[in-house]
């Protein structure tokens, strides 16, 4: 069932090794009075897979929407790719907010998979999917048509591409989300509890997509409570409590020989 | 009730006739400039912009905590003192309930457009869309499936609404029933006349509107 299609991902691959292609560097967020993102650092490289786990409310999804642009933040950086998200800088390095068209062609090369799939309702799955590609980069209908049913096939979705999102499974919504994502040939992902919303047995064919993605060598960035998936498939294990990244490291670290008090309490509610 | 005469009334039926047409040319009218302004201010309202919504929303306000009737003699009366130029009856009363329900029908665009969850339009913007290409592809086509019930039955109130035009001498239904009375000194047939006129013109529209809500109740396509 999931084989998502590797040429899908090896043009997401093909950047500098290396480099990071996510760098989040002090990062700070308020909402009003409550700092939500109290400076926190973070690099994905090509190719990585990093995992951002902590109790809710630590600020993880806040993060992931920083990232990607849907909300701003007010102090440190985030670059990707080299560029500096959401804002410009002028040559006395003072920095201004970027244009929204700059923002919505950043956007258009991150993929972003929500924890209430938040598919298009008044449109079929493979109208869902086409969607981004045809109004966003101005694809054919005929050919995102069929590489969205390709990308469909990949996630184990074929035989549901005329179906409305409603006639779904909790894990068919996820993974048709997953395809819509895949359908604007993304440089990275960004997971926000992907599957936290779905009822125990659907959890694991949602993961088994994402580990064959991460296989293939997507960049990602998920926030998950799945501790396992963690263990399996991250290069990076991020902890996040209180809007900063309290321990971060390989998961073996991490997750196995966790240093920090907060880390540990955590684990130990989760597991 | 002893002489309860229709007839009389009735021979008079080319005016009330008269009179039902201007209503429903009231009605279509307003509705046609409420239909062109409420989105505008719907779409204000709900914008980020916090001036834009504000300002938009004191229009709102000011149309929704005064007395329609109250609106309408103002219009007539009141604004010609400040502008100096003297709109006819029927152009004030149309501009009047145009304004109206270009408040009425914001106040249903922002409901409906803030009734789509929130994470339709983060999920637009993912894929890259433009705010306006989101409204217009995801948000607003949800949210207008969910507007047509009120939008509708908001049209069956402005029907209603027409008749406060009689007290600026403007020849609707209600004006042509006190003509009628004044020629044949019948008010109790001349009035249930009208309101059985008015209940079959308002009443198809009732219907559809409970039609499309319960259809729309069905599914949320």
């Given amino acids: ?271 | 009730m002893s002489n309860f005469n229709l007839g009389m009334v009735l021979s008079y039926h080319s005016l009330l006739i008269q009179g039902a047409l201007t209503t429903l040319v009231l009605t279509i009218g307003s509705a046609a400039i409420g239909g062109v302004l409420g989105p505008c201010i719907g779409m204000l309202r709900a914008s980020s912009y916090r001036w834009l919504s504000w300002v938009s929303g004191i229009y709102v306000e000011l149309f929704r905590a005064t007395p329609t009737l109250v609106q309408v003699v103002w219009v007539y009366f009141a604004l010609p003192v400040i502008t100096g130029v003297q709109l006819s009856g029927f152009v004030s009363v149309l501009l009047t309930l145009g304004l109206h329900e270009g408040a009425y029908v914001g106040e249903i665009f922002r409901a409906g457009i803030k009734s789509i969850d929130k994470g339709q339009m983060y999920a637009a913007r993912a894929i890259g869309m433009s705010y306006r290409q989101s409204m217009q592809r995801i948000i607003l086509p949800q949210a207008f499936k969910r507007m047509v019930p009120p939008l509708v039955n908001e049209f069956a109130s402005l029907m209603k609404l027409t008749s406060l035009a009689s007290v600026i001498a403007v020849p609707e239904l209600l004006h042509a029933a006190d003509n009628v009375i004044s020629f044949t000194f019948r008010p109790m047939e001349t009035y249930t006349a009208i309101a059985v006129i008015y209940a079959i013109l308002v009443l198809p529209i009732i219907a559809l509107a409970g039609y499309l809500d319960r259809k729309s109740g069905r599914t949320s396509r």
């Fill in chain 1, 1 to 271: 069932m999931t084989t998502v299609d590797e040429r899908e991902v090896s043009s997401a691959v093909a950047g500098k090794a290396g480099a990071p292609l996510i760098e989040v560097r002090g990062v700070r967020k308020r909402y009003g009075a409550l700092d939500v993102l109290r400076g926190v650092d973070l690099n994905v490289r090509s190719g990585e897979v990093a995992v951002v786990i902590g109790p809710s409310g630590s600020g993880k999804s806040t993060l992931l929407r920083c990232i990607n642009c849907l909300e701003e933040y007010h102090e440190g950086e985030i670059y990707y790719s080299g560029q500096l998200v959401g804002y410009l800088k002028d040559s006395r390095g003072r920095r201004k907010k970027a244009s929204s068209a700059s923002m919505c062609r950043l956007r258009a090369t991150m993929g972003m998979v929500f924890q209430n799939f938040n598919l298009f309702p008044h449109k079929t799955v493979l109208e869902n999917i086409v969607e981004g590609p045809i109004v966003v980069l101005k694809e054919q209908r005929a050919s995102a048509t069929k590489r969205a049913l390709d990308l469909l096939g990949g996630v184990g979705l074929a035989a549901k591409a005329n179906c409305y999102p409603e006639e779904l499974s909790g894990g068919q919504q996820q993974r048709a989300a997953i395809a819509r994502a895949l359908a604007m040939r993304p440089r990275a992902l960004l997971f926000d509890e992907p599957t936290s919303a779905l009822d125990p047995e659907m959890v694991g064919e949602v993961l088994a997509v994402m580990k064959d993605l991460a296989k293939q060598g997507m960049t990602m960035v998920v926030v998950t409570h799945e501790i396992g998936f963690a263990r399996e498939v991250a290069d990076t294990v991020a902890m996040m409590d209180e809007g900063s990244v309290v321990e971060s490291g390989s998961p073996e670290s991490v997750l196995a020989n966790p240093a920090e008090r907060r880390t540990i309490d955590f684990l130990s509610k989760v597991l």
